[in-house]
């Protein structure tokens, strides 16, 4: 694929320095002799007639079609902070010092990624000795934000950038009171992950990028600061917090949060930040984060990030949980009682070997990071909570892959994904988490478990601290395993896995005794030969329960909604991941009784893993005017990702 794409570029007269031509789209109105002399080739109207061979060729690996950055002349090496949290006006305000590794003689404008940010000045320099120089923001892209370019005197290694966010800025939440649990204090977080740290930071916002930072963060006297660095559980509340990064990470996990926030220890390493009001529920739902992090680190290798803490969020927290290195983003949704949905903090966890310690060099690259870690979150679970609930959490991914390669295009079905000129946003899928993690499961299958989680573990130390394209990785297991097991694995199948649609033939199909057993209950109900009162669902799980309700057909009478809803309380569950499973049934069958929860859980909860079916289930069984005024009605408090991806679903674009 690779030379393929190479090939055609060249046939077709382009250069395959991607940078350069970027850099000379950011480069925009600015007169010849301005354009940094590496970008003099070709322009934005050149790279947009190219566009479709370049469709055709594939994307060029290695290349990060989702910044600006000229990172083959400059790389950041090192980012400084000191920002001030201003709640009233909603912004960030303050300066980012970066130093610089100059990777060429020549002295070509460096240029940062930017979004919604107000710069005020720019120095440039050596050392403190700082000198104002030129900057300019090229054009806007609605996916990329906009470049800022800013030329260097020679020899400069470090820039200090004054600036502020935009309130609406789209790696930032800002929250009121209302939406906290104590309801006193406002709160902020940060979401940097795919491209949103240049709406808060200008640098180069590229997972290929690694920098270590420091930070000082201001705040309102009484809250506390927290980011993804060494915080100190004992630091004293005086608005004034600072951090340090001393490992290099890639921009999309540096990350901040303020609030009224207290810490509670859950084990030497371990231990949970949270509003007080939820402090304790955390701390004993997740108490056996200590163990997961021990036995992770005896079979893949040292933890290397020191501390492992917990960020427990507001419910508009966007996702699930975020790998942010040292301090995992984490929704409260997850506060189930019962651990039952732990292997959220598992798979957080596991990003501090796989997507951490080894990144994907660009968005394309996403499956080395979340396929890996959803292969190490099952083995995790295992080796924590036994094999029955390994092989429900198994299961319950494959059918979820199943359910995703249902409704996606063939394009879209491939791990290495080609998301030129598209909002990473709006494209990531089961399909990077789920097949990559498929793909592990099958090596390991074939050459046993021993030896590929030796395996692992080489390939963690191997790439510790880099970050490495799919390519990387094929040319690693052509070194390894391709070499050890000839008679086992071999090369065709892997670019199968790779670079091809669907599940390839006699893949492993992960079951669970504990679900299939099920599936004549199931049944026996639908045919109406047993009450739901018969079900004996005593010691049922989590896992149980959302597998019953998935496999519920499409449509299910009034009777059997009612009947259903009256025995098991399902509208009223309070497991939120029951809630949803039963929530889309009620949806799609117009299930009325259900629908002052339903508006309930639209508003109150942010996840788009939630937000996004339940919106788009709306739509299409005849409930658009009540989807319109929920989301209309949510939306002051909503992320602004969530925002953006749910008024696509409803308003379309
Ligand atoms: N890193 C991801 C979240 C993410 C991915 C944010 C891509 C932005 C772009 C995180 O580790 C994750 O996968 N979260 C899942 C957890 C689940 C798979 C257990 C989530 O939030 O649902
Ligand atoms: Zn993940």
């Not at 600061?225 to 951090?243: C, I, Q, R, W």
């Not at 290099?248 to 084990?267: D, Q, R, T, V």
């Amino acid at each position: 694929m690779l030379t393929a794409s190479l090939v055609t570029l060249s046939a077709c007269g382009k250069p395959a320095d991607t940078d350069a031509a970027k850099q000379e789209a950011a480069a925009g109105e600015e007169s010849a002799s301005d354009i940094p002399e590496s970008a003099t080739k070709y322009t934005p109207e050149d790279l947009e007639k190219s566009a479709p061979m370049a469709q055709k060729a594939g994307p060029e690996s290695g290349v990060d079609y989702h910044s600006f950055a000229n990172t083959n002349d400059y790389l950041i090496k090192h980012v400084g902070l000191d920002l001030t949290a201003d709640f009233d006006n909603k912004v960030l305000k303050g300066e980012a010092i970066l130093d610089i590794q100059r990777l060429t003689r020549k002295n070509p404008a460096l240029i940062l990624d930017t979004r919604d940010l107000d710069i005020t000045n720019v120095r440039a320099g050596v050392g403190n000795s700082l000198q104002d120089v030129k900057f300019s923001l090229g054009k806007t892209d609605p996916n990329l934000g906009t470049p800022l370019k800013i030329n260097l005197p020679k020899g400069a290694s470090r820039v200090a950038i004054q600036y502020q966010t935009s309130p609406g800025a789209s790696g930032v939440q800002w929250l009121e009171p209302q939406q906290t649990a104590g309801k006193k204090h406002p709160f902020l977080f940060t979401q940097a992950q795919a491209i949103h740290a240049r709406s808060f930071i200008p640098l180069q916002d590229s997972p290929k990028v690694r920098v270590t930072y420091k930070a000082t963060i201001r705040t309102p006297e009484e809250l506390l600061a927290v980011m993804s660095a060494n915080n100190d559980p004992e630091t004293e509340k005086d608005g004034v917090y600072e951090f340090e990064m001393p490992q290099p990470i890639p921009s999309y996990l540096i990350a901040l949060a303020i609030g009224n926030l207290e810490f509670k220890p859950m084990g030497e390493r371990t231990g949970v930040y949270a509003e007080p009001e939820l402090l304790d529920a955390a701390a004993a739902e997740f108490e056996d984060t200590e163990d997961m992090l021990e036995v992770t680190e005896k079979n893949y290798g040292p933890y290397r990030w020191d501390r492992y803490d917990l960020l427990i969020l507001p419910p508009s927290f966007p996702f699930g949980g975020m790998e942010n290195p040292r301090l995992s983003f984490i929704t409260p949704t997850v506060i189930a009682g019962d651990k039952s949905l732990v292997a959220l903090i598992a798979h957080e966890l596991a990003h501090s070997w796989s997507g951490n310690l080894i990144t994907n060099a660009s968005w394309r690259d996403l499956w080395l990071n979340e396929g890996f870690t959803t292969y190490l979150t099952n083995r995790i679970m295992q080796f924590v909570y036994g094999d029955e609930r390994y092989q429900m959490e198994m299961a319950l991914g494959y059918d979820d892959l199943k359910a995703d390669l249902d409704d996606r295009e063939d394009k879209d079905e491939i791990m290495a994904i080609d998301l030129r000129g598209r909002d990473p946003d709006e494209v990531f899928s089961n399909i990077p988490y789920e097949k990559g993690s498929l793909f592990l499961y099958e090596l390991e299958q074939k050459i046993g478990r021993a030896n590929f989680d030796q395996f692992l573990m080489d390939y963690f130390n191997h790439f510790a601290f880099q970050s490495i394209t799919t390519e990387d990785f094929v040319k690693y297991l052509d070194e390894t395993l391709l070499k050890q097991y000839p008679d086992k694995l071999d090369r065709a199948r892997i670019q199968q896995w790779i670079f091809e649609p669907g599940i390839p033939e006699g893949a492993p199909q992960p079951t669970s005794d504990a679900f299939t057993k099920l599936d004549p209950i199931r049944q026996q109900w639908l045919n109406g030969e047993i009450k739901a009162s018969d079900i004996d669902t005593d010691g049922w799980t989590f896992h149980q329960w959302k597998y019953f309700l998935d496999g519920m057909p499409e449509k299910l009478s009034e009777d059997q909604l009612a009947e259903l809803d009256s025995t098991f309380d399902l509208t009223q569950s309070k497991n939120n991941e029951i809630a949803f499973s039963w929530l889309m049934i009620a949806v799609r069958n117009q299930y009325k009784p259900a629908e002052p929860r339903l508006e309930d859980f639209l508003v109150t909860i942010g996840r788009n893993k939630f937000l996004r079916p339940l919106y788009r289930n709306m739509m299409v069984h005849g409930q658009s005017d009540s989807a319109k005024r929920i989301f209309e009605k949510a939306k002051p408090g909503y992320h602004p990702l969530t925002v953006k991806v749910n008024s696509k679903i409803i308003y379309g674009d």
